[in-house]
């Protein structure tokens, strides 16, 4: 069952240009250019894309916070900004900047005010704070003003705050941005559980990409407001000729190249004694090589290294992306003015 | 909206005032001071008709008695628009951080959150102080203890109220427009204070017309004033106003709400 659906979802926003000494123009630019997505119930959605892509936007836009300029978009069933006080009580959000809790309160009186915002019963209210507490660990600072905790420990506390009413969709705009290694793991271990139960919609927006690997099954790359990518993991790094390699060393320098179809050497050190081997496709399995190195020469030691997703999101980022469509004009004149301002 | 749902959300108003006033009063020097601060302020304000008077026997044909219940009647209708939503002002800065955005995600009006979330109780002093005035002035100009001028002498102070909040709401409001609004919306607030605190007669036609009626200020204390004292208007305006606030502030309340909403459909949030 589809809980969000989009289609052709635009956001501009009008920009004023400096053109000349006293002139200003007002130029439309496009965050979000007409995005197309369908969300299953129970999914756990990774929305990533460099800095200024559109992912902030469009989530705000899922949340009834900015008003789109065009297409059509539902929640949950709803339309976001027309019925946002009935959508707000179906869904959670976490902007990992912009704290829900109340600053000078103990992080335990934020919980019982949201209990009253949100109107859950007290039952319902006392077992999903249980449930946080214990998994979130969040017994140790529960009585400490928000305005005292760290990092780590607010954001824990926020994720429990934007689940306290049981919503079907947890947005997450980089809820991992800042925290040390250890709160990153508690949170991720937490949010894979969550999405493991099958109840909660997760959509989460990360520059963290083992955010990623740790709990998207499916990944949605955005690119100057467009989706360039959705599909998983695997599907990426397809399409997008990410290679394994494996790293031999050996007792001597091999006496004539491997010819293997699909193998590549990408480096040599140490006198030829190590080998960086790259693999592309299925013609060549990492098991085939080895085996035919072992024919001719000693092995001393072998790795196998997987496909940086890093590396792939890298190479999307900067190289942009073959698009079966040209590419929509950003921005477009409106209007000129002359003005002192 | 749902009927059943009116209740448990006034509840959750109520409850977010009193986290407001809890971690304000946090902070317990500064409170102390804030509180004897708004007393003051609506001591201050009758202060200055009295000081007029000095030199004056009557302003433009009223007497002291009778401004003076002008003055007060303006000063409790402020002193309450200033506890309830004085503090909407602070949009600008909800906006500037995008903090207005976790306003949005919450399942309660975006105008009544604010003015929960940043309720200053300190206020509720001046409110007091002014309510006082205003029964002793009503007392000192005689008004007759009919249940008219009584139910009028309640109910002044509430529409004017209304008035000055739909002028505090509407101006807070250019903030969704421009950030950098700055000081613009003091000037009709607490610039409308003052006019609303005198005889309108006393201001020059155009003056008058703007602020007066297009503004509706006349209707907070003047015309109010007028039907609890049994005075004709020398302006040769019908008698009915006196009564006629509670439409005026209910039109303001709507025109407020209109641009209100259509400065939340404009909201642009911030980066990230």
């Known amino acids: 069952m589809t ?47 460099a800095n200024g892509a559109g992912k902030s936007t469009t989530l705000k836009m899922l949340t009834g916070v900015l008003h789109p300029s065009g297409g059509r978009v539902a929640v949950c069933g709803l339309e976001p900004v027309r019925e946002r006080v009935r959508l707000a009580r179906r869904i959670g959000v976490v902007f990992g900047q912009r704290s829900q809790l109340w600053w000078d309160l103990p992080l335990a009186d934020s919980f019982a005010l949201l209990r009253h915002i949100y109107g859950v019963s007290a039952g319902n209210h006392a077992a999903r ?23 780590g420990q607010r954001m824990r506390g926020e994720l429990t705050a934007a689940l306290l009413h049981g919503p079907e969709v947890l947005f997450l705009d980089e809820p991992t941005i800042g925290l040390d290694v250890v709160s990153k793991q508690a949170l991720r271990g937490f949010l894979a559980s969550l999405g ?17 690997e740790r709990l998207c099954r499916r990944l949605v790359v955005i690119d100057h407001g467009r989706i360039v990518h959705d599909g998983s993991l695997d599907d990426l790094h397809q399409r997008f000729g990410s290679r394994r390699r494996v790293v031999v060393d050996l007792d001597e320098p091999l006496a004539a190249p491997l010819a293997l179809p699909g193998v590549s050497v990408e480096s040599t050190e140490a006198g030829g004694r190590r080998v960086t081997y790259a693999l592309d496709g299925e013609a060549t399995t990492a098991g085939d090589l080895v085996r035919r190195l072992s024919e001719v020469a000693t092995l001393r030691d072998i790795s196998v290294l997987e496909p940086d ?25 409106t209007r000129t003015d002359v003005s002192g301002r | 909206m749902p009927g059943d749902a009116a209740r448990p959300r006034l509840l959750a108003y109520a409850h977010l005032v009193r986290a407001q006033v809890r971690g304000q009063a946090q902070y317990r020097a500064s409170f ?15 202060v200055t008709v009295i000081v007029l008077f000095r030199v004056t026997p009557t302003l433009s044909g ?47 009006g975006a105008l009544w959150q604010l ?82 605190a005198y005889p309108i007669t006393v201001y020059g036609p155009a003056f008058r017309r703007l602020f ?8 907070v204390a003047y015309y109010p004033a007028l039907a609890l004292l049994g005075r004709p208007d020398p302006l040769g305006a019908p008698s009915a106003l006196g009564y006629a606030s509670p439409l005026v502030a209910a039109l303001a309340a709507i025109v407020a709400s209109a641009i209100w909403r259509t400065g939340v459909r404009h909201y642009r949030s911030t980066g990230s």
Request: with cysteine; aromatic share 8%.
């Open chain 1, 3 to 49: 809980i969000i659906e989009t289609r052709g979802l635009r956001k501009e926003f009008s920009v004023r240009v400096k053109t000349g000494w006293l002139s200003r123009e007002r130029r439309q630019v496009a965050a979000v250019a007409g995005i197309d997505l369908d969300v299953e119930r129970g999914e756990t959605l990774g929305y990533i894309g």
């Open chain 1, 129 to 151: 704070l249980a449930h946080c507490r214990q998994l979130l660990d969040l017994d140790a600072f529960l009585t400490t003003p928000v305005r005292q905790l760290s990092l």
């Open chain 1, 196 to 212: 493991q139960s099958g109840d909660t919609t997760l959509v989460l927006t990360t520059h963290d990409l083992a955010d990623i």
């Open chain 1, 309 to 333: 997703i890093e590396d792939v999101v890298a190479r999307l980022y900067t190289a942009g992306l073959p698009r079966s469509d040209a590419p929509a004009a950003t921005s477009s004149t």
């Open chain 2, 32 to 46: 102390v001071i804030d509180i004897a601060g708004s007393v003051a302020f609506g001591v201050l304000d009758l």
């Open chain 2, 62 to 108: 009223f007497t002291f008695p009778e401004v003076f219940l002008m003055t007060a009647l303006a000063s409790t209708a402020f002193a309450i628009a200033d506890l309830v939503v004085g503090n909407v002002e602070r949009l600008r800065f909800y906006v500037r951080t995008g903090l207005f955005d976790a306003i949005l995600v919450r399942p309660l």
């Open chain 2, 115 to 196: 003015a929960a979330m940043d309720l200053a109780p300190r206020r509720v002093g001046r409110v007091a102080v002014c309510g006082g005035i205003l029964v002793a002035a009503a007392a000192q100009a005689g008004i007759p203890a009919a249940p008219v001028t009584l139910g009028l002498l309640g109910l002044a102070p509430i529409a004017g109220a209304v008035i000055f909040g739909a002028v505090f709401v509407a101006t807070a409001s250019v903030a969704f427009w421009w950030i950098e609004s700055g000081e613009l919306g003091n000037a009709l607030t607490y610039g409308g204070h003052d006019f609303t």
């Open chain 2, 212 to 219: 007066a009626y297009g503004l509706g200020f006349a209707f």
